[in-house]
């Protein structure tokens, strides 16, 4: 499918709180390692308008994903790279792909505009609980580290239930999270 909405519920984590849910809940021993490349206009215009891009790796696998804001969460509008594309991309030659070319037309953005700014290494856990799908990220970015809950979920009211019902288990304070990209941009010395 070209484009989703993802409705996701995000809370930082400390390490503690990070191991705790790891050891309580039913979460994988081993991590999948997953790199997103981050990109944006000089000028920031991605960001001003909400959205931002990024090419993910993932076992070998490349994709491009545009996230705009939705009134359910966000609204993802992917293409398929094969890994020259992707490296294309990384070194400043952006190979236009139909999904997200549409959507940064419609959006005024000229992807000839667009840099590349860097990347951010996640090592993530996920399993499916409770008809939800609860994930562990540990992130790695511009000198920084940090834990993060994520909780995906098909329906907004049971996702923001099951959310809440996990912090208050375990005695985790809900924290303002911003996504990783804002999180990325944020520490980025650029």
């Known amino acids: 499918m070209a484009q989703e909405i993802e409705i996701e519920f995000k809370n930082l984590l400390t390490e503690d709180e990070f191991n705790i849910l ?3 809940l039913p979460f994988p021993e081993y991590s999948v390692k ?3 490349f981050y990109f944006e206009t000089k000028d ?8 931002a891009l990024r090419i993910r790796e993932k076992q070998g ?6 996230k705009e804001p939705h009134e359910l969460g966000l609204q993802e509008t992917h293409d398929t790279l094969t890994e020259e594309e ?13 999904e997200t070319t549409r959507q940064l037309q419609n959006l005024g953005v000229d992807q000839e505009e667009l840099v590349y700014y860097g990347s951010l290494t996640t090592e993530r856990r996920e399993v499916e609980y409770q008809d939800v799908l609860i ?3 540990v ?8 834990y993060e809950f994520e909780l995906e979920a ?25 996504n990783k990209i804002v999180r990325f941009f944020n520490t980025s010395p650029k």
């Open 22 to 24: 790891l050891d309580k």
């Open 34 to 36: 997953q790199t997103n």
């Open 44 to 51: 920031l215009s991605l960001k001003d308008k909400g959205c």
């Open 61 to 66: 696998n490349y994709r491009l994903t545009l």
């Open 86 to 98: 992707a490296k294309h991309w990384l070194n400043g030659k952006i190979i236009p792909k139909p």
């Open 135 to 137: 994930v562990l990220d």
């Open 139 to 146: 992130s790695t970015y511009n000198g920084v580290q940090d």
């Open 154 to 178: 098909k329906d907004q009211k049971i996702g923001l239930t099951r959310f809440h019902s996990i912090l208050n288990q375990f005695g985790i304070k809900k924290k303002e999270t911003p």
